[in-house]
Each structure stands twice: as structure tokens, then as C-alpha cells.
């Protein structure tokens, strides 16, 4: 099957009616702690993962932030970044992303100034407005709920400015920070984020592979809106896409079980470890579990190398995105390195044809 929860929720989407010059592709990693592991693992599973995405030519790797989640290790994302970066040497590296009501934003300019230092012209920091957390975790990141999320714009534009060369007599400075390249992405699964990256001239990641409602919407209002900047001269969407691939669509279909199994403890309110796969997942399902995973996981390529071929053509020509950031939450570690590298041996072979 080319896509098991439809495209955008849009039922029987017609296909692409040509084959679009393949877009560069990105690999997003939450380092999911499986089940029967833990974090110390599934870091050391990412850095070996980032590893493998290089060699293949993915153009990034990006972490994300998440609190008070069981099966997730990338709570520090920068942390997590320098023992990636470490681990590396030529692939873009970078936060998709770092929430940042819950931090000064002078704090996060000296993160990643320090990893732009450690590893000159590959940092990349996207910018979200979310806590990534619940209300509990929220409250004990920042102690209390003043940094508002009204703030971002403010915040944002104050991040930025901290990346610029030091002016004489300056009194506040991002030491190391000040003078780096470090591109500044805005995140979102909304409109809002849309607005405010076309406004600043700043390229735009959205959030499909997990909410994917206003994704169009977004996009439109993004391009529509761009304002060319210093930093980008024309507007660059990226969108989220779970992609599982498997020698077979079975195979990939019985590996995309772990996902659906924790998309719907975490909307149960029992968020866990990542659940390793399972033969009967129709048989779980009720109709509410069913019609949320074909929502929220809408946007999703699950199968054998012919059916993400076709999903990969369709969603490049539906969606009109730049660039796509792959994500494969799967409980077994060597399944999720063969996948990326079906993905990138079918994009090559697109990409030739093209």
C-alpha cells in the first residue's frame, strides 16, 4: 500500500501527473528508547544512525525536544548534538527542534554557538513555539509559566541578534555564538509559524509527520507572504514524513506497529518506551484508535521498495515541498538503518531519472 493512512487525510488524492526533480532529504531522530533499552542506548543508537545517514547523503540530522517522555532520549537536544557531531564529520546536524519558551534565548545561542564552534558550518537550529512537554514538565523546566509563548517573535529576534558580530562596547554577548553561522529555522504545526517565518525570511519546517491539518494551509501562507532576507533569499518548506521501509510491504506495515502503538498510548495518556512491533494491530484498534492514527499519521509511506517509490514521487509532487526530513521510529535498530537506506537508494534512482 502506498500510504496505509492516506495522504493529508484526504481520502483517494490523485497522484502526481508528472515526476518531480527529487528534493533533498533530511533525517529527524527523537532517539526512541524501545522497549527492553535504555537512553544511554538509544543515544549511541543516533550517533550510530547519524553515521549511517551520512554515508548514504542525507542532508541533515536533526534531534528534537521532548520532556517527561519515557521513550524519547533527546530532552537535551544540544547535548545529544555534540555526541552526534562528534560522531560525524560532513552531514548537517541540527535541533527540529528546540522549544524555546522554555529557555533564555541567550542560553541557546551559547549552545549552539558552542556546537557552530566545535563543528564549523554545519549547525542548523530550528525554533518552536510548543513546550514539547506537558503543563507538569512546563512548569518544572522554567519554574514558572512567564516566558510566554506571545514572546517568541521577541524571543526569536533577540536568538538571532546574538549571532552577530560583536559590536564595539557591546554589553551582552554569546561567547562562543557571536559572529557564527547558524541558520535559524522556524518550526510549527499551524499557521503561526508560517506567518512569522515569511515575515522574518527564514526557511520553514512543518510538522506533517505528526499533524498534518493546516499543513497546505501553512505552506501557502508561507510562500505567499516571504519576505526575502539576509539570511534567505527565497522561501524553503520542509516537511515531516514517517517513512518505513522493508524488503516487503508486510514487513514494513508489521515495523510501522510500534509508531501506531505509541501514538496511541502517548493520546491515552500512557506515553511509554517504544513498543516493539506486532502481528495483530487491526485486531487493538477501536474505531476512535483507528480514525486518530489515520488523522495524525496521515502523512506516513509504509511498504516494500515499489510502494515508497510511488509514495515519494506522490508526496513530492502533491505537497510541492524542498526539501522532506524523514523520520522512522522503529523499535529494531538495524530495520531503521536498512530503511533509510531502501529511502536513499530509491531517491538516488529518482534522482538520476529525473
Known amino acids: 500500500m502506498e500510504n496505509p493512512m492516506g495522504r493529508d487525510g484526504v481520502p483517494g488524492a490523485p497522484g ?35 553515521r549511517h ?22 530532552a537535551a537536544t544540544a547535548v545529544a548534538l555534540a555526541h552526534v557531531g562528534a560522531a560525524t564529520s560532513t552531514i548537517r546536524i541540527g535541533a527540529g527542534g528546540i522549544m524555546l519558551p522554555n529557555h533564555a534565548p541567550l542560553m541557546v545561542a551559547e549552545q549552539f554557538g558552542t556546537l557552530a564552534a566545535l563543528h564549523p558550518g554545519r549547525v542548523d537550529l530550528g525554533l518552536g513555539r510548543a513546550p514539547g512537554s506537558d503543563q507538569r514538565a512546563a512548569v518544572a523546566i522554567r519554574r514558572n509559566l512567564a516566558g510566554d509563548v ?42 503561526y509559524g508560517a506567518q512569522l517565518a515569511a515575515a522574518l525570511g527564514l526557511p520553514y519546517a512543518f510538522a506533517s509527520h505528526f499533524a498534518p491539518d493546516q499543513m497546505r494551509q501553512a505552506m501557502a ?4 507572504r516571504f519576505k526575502p532576507s539576509a539570511r534567505l533569499s527565497k522561501p524553503h518548506v520542509m516537511l515531516g514524513v514517517n517513512i518505513f521501509a522493508a524488503p516487503t510491504d508486510a514487513e514494513a506495515r508489521f515495523l510501522f506497529t510500534s509508531l501506531q502503538q505509541s501514538f496511541l498510548n502517548l493520546r491515552r495518556g500512557r506515553p511509554g518506551k517504544l513498543p516493539a512491533p506486532v ?46 526530513m524523514v523520520t522512522a521510529a522503529m523499535h529494531d535498530h538495524e530495520a531503521r538503518k536498512r530503511s533509510f537506506s531502501i529511502l536513499a537508494g530509491l531517491h538516488q534512482e529518482l534522482a538520476a531519472a529525473a
Not at 545517514?53 to 533527546?74: C, D, K, T, V
Not at 474505531?287 to 492514527?293: F, N, T
Not at 515499489?306 to 505537497?319: H, I, N, S
Request: contains cysteine; aromatic residues 6%; negative net charge.
Open 16 to 50: 502526481p501527473t508528472h515526476i518531480p526533480d527529487m528534493i533533498p532529504l533530511s533525517v529527524l531522530d527523537l532517539s526512541p528508547i524501545p522497549e527492553g533499552s535504555e537512553a544511554g542506548q538509544a543515544l549511541r543508537n543516533s550517533a550510530d544512525l547519524a
Open 279 to 324: 502481528e495483530d494491530m487491526e485486531s487493538r484498534l477501536d474505531p476512535h484508535g483507528r480514525a486518530m492514527l489515520e488523522h495524525s499519521l496521515a502523512c506516513s509511506i509504509v511498504g516494500g521498495p515499489e510502494t515508497v517509490r510511488r509514495g515519494l514521487q506522490e508526496f513530492v509532487a502533491e505537497t510541492g515541498a524542498d526539501e522532506l
Open 221 to 224: 501562507i508561507y510562500r505567499e
Open 150 to 191: 506571545e514572546d517568541f517573535p521577541r524571543d526569536v529576534m533577540e536568538l538571532m541578534a546574538y549571532f552577530e558580530p560583536a559590536q564595539p562596547g557591546q554589553a551582552l554577548r554569546a561567547v562562543p555564538g557571536e559572529g557564527l553561522d547558524v541558520p535559524v529555522w522556524i518550526l510549527g504545526s499551524s499557521t
Open 53 to 74: 545517514a551520512e554515508g548514504l547523503g542525507y542532508q541533515r540530522f536533526w534531534m528534537a525536544e521532548h520532556h517527561n517522555m519515557p521513550g524519547i532520549a533527546s
